[in-house]
């Protein structure tokens, strides 16, 4: 690995879990403050000050938590296949520990979309659920999910966990793109798109910001919580290296520096 | 503010339910999200200290 010239400096660094662990400690803190502000002022603005919808009144609300936890279960899945293709591929340690630790947070993300959906389906459709296109992509999204964690529970030898899963995880990336286009491909009771990259959104303003601004506080808290599980998992498989000795001798009760 | 009092606020023009669990869900799962890696670091790191403690002993 050390005589390919063409990989930045960065990847290597990435690569260390001693690196990775210190690094991601300095960000921590601040990713969990921005986490914090964006969470609380997207949500009171989302409940309180963001107009209702002209047709759907105030389930409409419901909206800033279901978008932005569906669009992070799809980036959380992208993120957790390609850690664990770059794990398989570069056999790269912190790799497979970031790929691990995505799958709780995604399900749990996936949860978040489908139940949420739910609630919101029953005032606004008169169901709860129906087997719409996009409703069923997303809960084989959260049964990907499922059989991911299932691989890395199942094996007891990590490193065979890790390679079954992240083919799995991979073979389960066609999911993605159905997920997406699931609204354009088949008729579906599900409304299209909010965002999209090239077109403007067909809210208004004071609708659709607080919608990003819940999204990236969405964003922020996963990057918390996978730093958490990531940290956790780097002490926990690290524990016989020098450093980390050093640091639970050194801060026995938290393993804080 | 969109709404003329907090009662207003709190009955969500007859969808208070809906709103109101859909908030709740998502706030609980995101809490738990955080709460268990800090729960399960304090065990970890509380097991790993033990251990470097009883090696430290045995030598």
Request: hydrophobic content about 55%; overall charge positive; some cysteine.
């Amino acid at each position: 690995m050390a005589g390919t010239k063409w990989m930045p400096r960065w990847f290597y660094q990435l690569a260390s879990p001693r690196w990775c662990y210190e690094f991601t400690g300095k960000l921590l803190p601040w990713c969990a403050a921005v986490a914090g502000i964006l969470l609380v002022v997207g949500m009171v603005w989302a409940l309180a000050f963001a107009p209702p919808d002209y047709q759907q009144g105030n389930s409409f609300r419901i909206m800033y938590i279901h978008v932005p936890s569906a669009i992070l279960a799809q980036s959380c899945y992208m993120m957790m296949a390609i850690a664990g293709a770059i794990g398989l591929i570069w056999k790269m340690k912190v790799a497979d520990m970031v790929a691990y630790s995505c799958a709780p947070i995604g399900a749990s993300m996936a949860v978040i979309a489908l139940v949420t959906g739910a609630i919101w389906g029953k005032p606004t459709w008169g169901s709860w659920w129906v087997w719409d296109a996009r409703l069923t992509s997303m809960l084989i999204l959260l049964f990907l999910y499922m059989g991911v964690m299932a691989m890395y529970a199942a094996m007891e030898n990590e490193a065979m966990a890790a390679k079954a899963a992240s083919v799995l995880a991979l073979v389960g990336l066609v999911n993605i793109p159905i997920i997406k286009y699931s609204v354009d491909w088949w008729n579906t009771l599900h409304q299209p798109a909010t965002f999209t990259l090239t077109e403007k959104p067909a809210m208004p303003a004071e609708m659709w910001l607080p919608l990003l601004v819940m999204v990236i506080g969405f964003y922020c808290f996963f990057a918390v919580s996978l730093m958490m599980r990531l940290r956790n998992e780097i002490i926990r498989r690290e524990r016989r290296a020098g450093w980390v000795r050093d640091l639970i001798v050194a801060y026995p009760n938290t393993g804080k520096r | 503010m969109q709404f003329s009092s907090f009662s207003d606020f709190l009955m969500m023009d007859g969808h208070a339910l809906y709103v109101w669990l859909s908030y709740g869900i998502a706030i609980t799962i995101v809490i738990v999200n955080v709460a268990l890696p800090i729960l399960s670091r304090k065990t970890l790191v509380n097991n790993l200290a033990r251990r470097i403690r009883r090696e430290s002993k045995q030598q």
